[in-house]
């Protein structure tokens, strides 16, 4: 069984910048893609960026692109998201997941860190 836990939720400003956490347990962090979904008040969870195993290959969700990066360290198992140019429109829950093998279905996932960026 796999466990994730998300750290870095906060109150920001617009134009502040964040940096999420995202800690897995298991042996398995490393063959696996990670990624980032994130789910608004009264919307559909939305894709944010995943990243592949080895951390070379990234993608991003046309909301955050140019503004959030997704990054991983395999050796402390947690895969990151940095934030920055914040907007009131990236307040969220944002949902750590580790995706099924070779598919675009998240297998697990972690229980939501709040992120509120104030205009």
């Known amino acids: 069984q796999v466990q994730l836990v998300e750290s870095g939720g906060g109150l920001v400003q617009a134009g502040d910048s964040l940096r999420l956490s995202c800690a897995a347990s298991?042996?398995?962090?490393?063959?696996?893609?990670m990624g980032w979904f994130r789910q608004a008040p009264g919307k559909e969870r939305e894709f944010v960026a995943r990243?592949?195993?080895?951390?070379?290959?990234?993608y991003y969700g046309d909301s955050v692109k140019g503004r959030f990066t997704i990054s991983r360290d395999n050796a402390k198992n947690t895969v990151y998201l940095q934030m920055n140019s914040l907007k009131p429109e990236d307040t969220a829950v944002y949902y750590c997941?580790?995706?099924?093998?070779?598919?675009?279905?998240?297998?697990?996932w972690g229980q939501g860190t709040q992120v509120t960026v104030s205009s």
């Open positions: 298991g042996r398995t962090f490393s063959s696996r893609h």
């Open positions: 990243i592949s195993g080895g951390g070379g290959n990234t």
């Open positions: 997941t580790m995706f099924r093998l070779g598919t675009t279905v998240g297998d697990y």
